[in-house]
Structures are given as C-alpha cells and as structure tokens.
C-alpha cells in the first residue's frame, strides 16, 4: 500500500539556520506529494504540493521537490524563523475513488531565537 | 470566502456513549473527508463523501458512520465511544476533482 515516511524529530534549530526535514514515499504510479504544517492547537495548512516528478513546490521560503528516482521529497527553507516552529507532515495522494490523504507521522520543529 | 469550520471545538464523553461531530465545507467545494488524529501521530482517513453518499474508507469500523447534507456540510457520528476514539478529529473538503484538501481546526474528543 502507500505509505510516507519522514524523519525522525524533534528538530531544534537557532534562528537563520538551514532547514531540511526528509521525506520517502512508496506508492505505485504517479501520486501528488505535499506539506502540510499544524501549529499549536490548530489545524493542518497545505504549506507545498507539487503533482509530478520534477516539478518544485514553493511557499513562504520553503521549497521541496519531487524526486521520482529516490521517491522523495525533501522539505527545506534557507533561513528558519522563530515563527516557523510547528509540526510539518509530509503526505501524498492517489484518487482512487477517493482522494485519500496518506501522511507521515509528522517532524515536530523548534526553532529558537 | 470562508474557509472550513468545525464544531465543537473540544468534547469530553463517557466510553460508552455517542458522538456528533460538524464540519462545513469551503465556499465552492463539494467534497468533504474525516480524518482521526491521535497524539504525535499523523492525521488517519476515516472516509469521504460526495454528493450526499460515502466515497471511499479506511480502516475504521462501522461504528464510525458519517452524513453528507445538501449544501455539502457534513457529519461524524461515532458509537460506543471507546477510550482509544480520543483524537483531534479533522474535517478537510475539496472539490471532487481537486487534490488540494483544506483542513479545519478540529475537533478534540477527549473519552474518559
């Protein structure tokens, strides 16, 4: 079945640092990839898609993009904030009769001032 | 243009006892999914709906029903609340032919 995985967390980092947090998945054909980011005691905000190989997402100074050849797709930001401190999950769909969200377990992020 | 909205926002049960749960929909989309959200997990589909009928499930049992209305909000019935039913419940609606979902700010259930 599919399936994404992401790496493991907490990720603490200070102010202005780079930013990657990795992502893998397993699907079968050709599925749309996303980021999405929940803050404290809200809900998910769609942060990045991108819907086939090579194509780049981007949004807010973060960017990922689709690697068909390793089934990835890496989030990353060149200059984390302060602000930036949430939890990130990587997901992908397929429509096969329903568009069924598939997330990782999700990289809790820090970043301290 | 309004964005999803859920209700209630939080909501402690006794195990044993039943649930609804509220989301309505995005100006302008017709398609409505219910995710489960343990802590520290990632959100879990728990099924779909489009044009008032189920679309598609995951590995949830019949206990957890749904409702799609006409003017595509919708609902999450749970029966025989069980402690392990204590998530964040997620509503996420879209357009049928879309693959952008956009997510409400929950439902916590806490079941005690």
């Known amino acids: 079945g599919n399936s994404v995985t992401q790496m493991e967390g907490p990720v603490t980092l200070s102010e202005e640092a780079f930013l990657t947090i990795n992502c893998t998945y397993t699907?079968?054909?050709?599925?749309?990839l996303f980021w999405y980011v929940q803050y404290p005691g809200e809900g998910l905000q769609l942060l990045l898609k991108a819907t086939k190989a090579d194509d780049k997402g981007s949004n807010k100074g973060f960017e990922a993009t689709y690697r068909k050849e390793t089934t990835s797709f890496h989030l990353e930001k060149g200059s984390v904030q302060v602000s930036d401190s949430a939890v990130y999950f990587c997901?992908?769909?397929?429509?096969?009769?329903?568009?069924?969200?598939?997330f990782g377990q999700g990289t809790r992020l820090t970043i301290n001032p | 243009e309004t964005g999803v909205t859920q209700s209630p926002t939080h909501l402690i049960k006794t195990r044993g006892q039943q649930v609804t749960l509220r989301c309505s929909s995005q100006?302008?989309?017709?398609?409505v999914s219910w995710y489960q959200q343990a802590l520290g997990q990632g959100p879990q589909f728990i099924f779909q709906?489009?044009?008032?009928?189920?679309?598609g499930r995951g590995n949830f049992p019949p206990r957890f029903s749904g409702l799609q209305f006409p003017n595509y909000s919708s609902e999450l019935n749970v029966n025989a609340l069980e402690l392990d039913d204590s998530a964040l419940y997620l509503c996420a609606s879209s357009t049928y032919f879309g693959n952008e979902q956009y997510f409400g700010p929950g439902t916590r259930l806490t079941v005690t």
């Open positions: 100006s302008g989309h017709n398609t």
């Open positions: 699907a079968t054909g050709y599925p749309s």
């Open positions: 997901a992908l769909v397929k429509v096969q009769g329903a568009q069924k969200l598939v």
């Open positions: 709906y489009y044009r008032e009928e189920e679309n």
